[in-house]
């Protein structure tokens, strides 16, 4: 039987990183001011693994006050499959995920609410999540202290039958940011994760001594995670940035991000981004590619495996029209970004050769943004 997409998404960081850029889209750099008034149309595609997704994006914000802006986004896509867990213990699948959120912010002095909700449908999993950020600025607008809450209730559910279960996510969220220098800023940011309920992918099977088991996971994780962010200017036209992240869970897992980009103004209306990133984690300690016996917990999900990746890209940015003050729409820019990853699994075989799996992955996206 086919593999639901929601899992497949939590098993394919890539992808749904690119899903996920779309929120990223228009994040106010300061408590003081609401976010640009812009729409954003994007368009994403991902290949790898013998999956294939692809969909259109978009979000448009509006201040309806000097002090209150509103949001609303729409993301769709298309999947199709055919991955290594597929085929060992299912058949192909096509699925179709709609996802809508609304959002509002609140402007108050040096302080920024920002409280938002998003609804995600597809034909074997919903998810609803409810999220709340509060930025405050201090020393005059040098000190930026970001504290935030995201409530997540999801329902599982199988395609061939009537299976249903619930998943409960909870997020806490704090980060610092620091202006160092008239061109440096540095951030730090942690966040702790609290699941519980139906956690594991009901398609997929664990297998010991060469027979398949059903899976089973702890009804619980916690998770944590801190990172350090700096963002600093370098020669007239440039900037690089830094990230690490660690990461670490009670599953036993810990994971390791290392990030570093240069973007570089070309002149009036192009710029460029050249990017690389490394991903490091452990396996869980319920997980194995072939278990000596049945065990209270088992796994054979890949991505609760040991694993790294690498991945190289690139984003090319044109402003379409410059910033025009008297016009409706002030400005408009076009940026078509591509990554290319490489998975390795350092303890996951592919059924099929009897080698370690090991797969690489092509994301697109062309980005359409305007200013009113």
């Known amino acids: 039987m086919a593999a639901t997409s929601k899992a497949w998404r939590r098993s394919q960081p890539a992808a749904f990183f690119c899903s996920m850029l779309l929120l990223s889209v228009a994040v106010p750099t300061s408590a003081t001011t609401l ?32 002090q209150t802006s509103v949001s609303a986004d729409v993301y769709t896509d298309s999947i199709s499959s055919a991955s290594v867990d597929v085929v060992n213990t299912a058949s192909p699948y096509t699925d179709t995920r709609a996802e809508v959120g609304v959002g509002t912010h609140y402007l108050y002095g040096d302080s920024l609410l920002d409280i938002g909700y998003r609804f995600s449908d597809e034909s074997d999993y919903t998810a609803k999540t409810l999220h709340m950020n509060v930025t405050q600025d201090f020393l005059g607008n040098t000190t930026t202290l970001n504290l ?59 297998r010991a001594l060469g027979t398949y088991y059903n899976q089973i996971y702890p009804t619980t994780r916690t998770s944590n995670a801190i990172a350090l962010r700096s963002i600093k200017s370098l020669f007239s036209n440039g900037a690089a940035r830094a990230e ?82 008297k016009h409706w729409i002030s400005k408009s820019t076009v940026e078509l970004g591509y990554d290319y990853i490489m998975f390795r699994y350092d303890d996951f075989t592919d059924l099929g050769s009897g080698n370690l799996y090991q797969f690489n992955a092509h994301v697109l996206r062309l980005t359409l943004s305007i200013w009113y």
């Open 35 to 66: 976010p640009d008034e812009r729409a954003d149309l994007m368009f994403h595609y991902y290949s790898g693994g013998g999956v294939t997704v692809s969909g259109p994006a978009l979000l448009v914000r509006k201040n309806v006050t000097p």
């Open 148 to 206: 935030g809450f995201s409530r997540g209730w999801d329902q599982v559910g199988r395609v061939d039958n009537a299976f249903s279960a619930d998943a409960d996510h909870f997020q806490f969220r704090a980060g610092l940011s620091q202006v160092l220098s008239p061109n440096w800023v540095a951030a730090l940011d942690y966040e702790a994760i609290g699941d519980r309920g139906y956690l594991q992918n009901p398609y997929r099977y664990a």
């Open 244 to 325: 690490y992240r660690y990461y670490w869970d009670n599953w036993n897992i810990q994971a390791h991000t290392l990030e570093l980009a240069y973007r570089h103004k070309i002149d009036g209306r192009f710029s460029g981004e050249a990017r690389y990133r490394f991903y490091t984690q452990s396996a869980a300690s319920f997980y194995s590619d072939n278990f000596d016996r049945e065990y209270n917990y088992m796994s054979r999900d890949k991505e609760l495996s040991q694993f790294h990746d690498h991945s190289v890209g690139v984003n090319l940015s044109f402003v379409v029209l410059p910033e025009r003050a």
